[in-house]
């Protein structure tokens, strides 16, 4: 809808230069049969409801923005500046990392970590984030949002009111009296007028005399004739669709009154200009003190009787030298109109897109670090990476892009992560690889999409480019946060620094019972997101059926079956961690909106260092043993049950995190009240950490999403 209401804003702009058009050429037609006015607001109603446009080489309308806004294109410094052919330069980062078949991993980024002056590598993801908060709208978007709303709610109202009040009208003339043909004679008209679409009735108030009455009728069987009601169907139309123009309420007002005079000279000229008088006279007596029943789309009846009296009085027939020059000014008008269309624009080639990313790179490093001068640039690769159909309405396709700078004085240049030197010029090349620019078509027409990068996906196979895209248009919110549709599970597991991990395994091929399962992403206990690639040079969809026709022939991927031990082999040859099928907890049925919930964490440790200012505290990492543990395990450790467990328990130190632990704001604090559990301020709770300090407090810390949400002492019987 949005861009529906875009287009609405780009006819209303180009109609709003036809009516001032038309308003100058109606003054110089002062003198000219209205019939021409009249036709000129033809023009102005063609714009204002035909979506359609027209490129022209020359036109009186200024170059407009595209479809879809002004772009900003992210340069390697992390400046944004705004590119008027750009679409959506997508430089928002894609919010997960990818985890590929050989356990690389990596981020999707626009170019820059905010850190470094030309550094273009980034972390590999966002914790907890999701279609929904990995690109947040900004003040701009929400009030775009809310002019469309309002748009629509006066469109609305104004359709509305027209329809209930077209439905009363025809309800009431029920009563009306048919005295023939298209005429109606009803009590309660105040004024003549017309009413309907594809057969319109002529509606009169009773007790009009003889002359009167031959006039109106002339009146309104022209106005039927020239197919005057559906004019002002159009207008109403127009009017519904550009309420908040108030050139288009001024446009149509005219209108009416044109269309009103000029089918006033047409009765004069069918009768003769001896009825003016008593024509002008019928005008005044059916004015005086009556009003028309009600402005509907489908009924119309006179008005500015003033204007059109004294135009009837002031009526003679035009020399034939006024009608020539008053034609030729319509032509001329309407030639001008012409010039309303676009004006011809370039079409952007990808190339066009590469130079202008260079060119933006340039600007961004010459705006953030001062003296430096970029004097020279060479595109020195830009080549298609692949093709990917089926992931958008639209084909896609990546270009690979490489280009060197020269700057005026390299020593200016602080050289990061995110440019090397070579041959004394500078070149993007960081942990993320190399720029890929993303393309969308419509016909052979490039739509340009953003940036990805080669380090971050295999994009050299056509499953890394699928991943890599696919995380992509779920960072912009184009994609639903599911890589296959269809039916989900979820597993958990413990991973070994003590957290908890999630699986997201879908269903690729095929539904139900005979249909294999598969990891299509997973989520660690900080709520970074990473998504499988599978391990194939095949598209992922030629892939997956293959694997489906061989479980379905109760071959080696019969084992794909099952979604537990998919998960557990998962868990071991591509995490590397051992971890016994029994140890996984699998949720089924689930979904992909369910995987989105980061996991949470229990981890049993030793909590010190926290003060009522600081967010991080250290932590130590414990586990809590028994007698009933396996006893070779137990003897491993060189822990003895009998000397060791006098109270049956023994807590184990494991690992001392160095990094410490970050509490979110709305964490939580407990601390034992005897043997139960007794909620407490943080700072309440540092006092007693206090009294702790030489060894710090044994507490079970609930996480989520890479923060503390909740710290609770742990009971030591």
Known sequence: MPAFFQTVLQMSITASYVILLVLVARLLLRKAPKVLSYVLWFAVLFRLLCPLTFETPYSLIPALLPESGTGTLQTASGLQTEVQPLTDTGQETAGAAAHTGNNDTGGITAGADGQDMLNTSAVTGTAGSTPDTAVQPSAADRWKTAAVYIWLGGAAVMLSAGLFSAIRLNRQLK????????????????????????????ILPSGLGGHERGYILRHEQVHIRRLDHLAKLAAFAALCLHWFNPLVWLAVRLMDEDMEKSCDEAVIRE????IKKEYSTSLLALSTGRAFPGRTPLAFGENSTKGRI???????KPSFLVVISAVALVIITVAIAGLTGNLRSHRMTEADYAKQYITEQIAGIENRISGAVIVD???????????????LPEPLELWRLEYRLEPEDISRLPLAGGMNEIDGKITEDSSMGKPVLVFAYEGNTPRYEGVIWTGAYDLGIPAGRETGLQAYFEGKGVLDHETYSGNHAIAKFVMSDGTTAHLLLSQPAVQGNSGIWVVERWKDGNGYEYYETPDTALPSAEYFAGLQAEA???????????PQTVAASFVQEELGWNLAKEK????IPATAADFTISPVSELLGYV?????????????????????DDPARLRRLGIDPEQDMPGGFYVLNKLAIKDPLELSEQAEFAVMDGATPKTVSKTEFVERLDLMADFGMLCTVTTQDGKVIRIAERYLP
């Not at 009768?271 to 001896?274: E, Q």
């Not at 640039?377 to 992931?391: I, N, P, W, Y």
């Open 608 to 628: 010190s260092g926290m003060t009522l200012t600081e967010p991080g505290f250290k932590f130590d990492n414990a586990e809590w043993l028994t007698d009933n």
């Open 552 to 562: 379905d022939q109760g071959q080696k991927a019969a084992d794909l079956l099952d």
């Open 310 to 316: 004294r135009n009837v009085l002031n009526y003679r």
């Open 271 to 274: 009768l003769g200009s001896s």
């Open 377 to 391: 640039s060479e595109m020195t690769v830009f080549e298609q990476a692949g093709r990917v159909e089926g992931l």
């Open 584 to 587: 996984i907890g699998l949720q």
């Open 175 to 202: 009563g009306a009296r048919h005295e023939g043909g298209r005429i109606y004679e009803w009590s309660r008209a105040q004024t003549p007028f017309v009413f309907g679409v594809i057969r319109p009735r002529i």
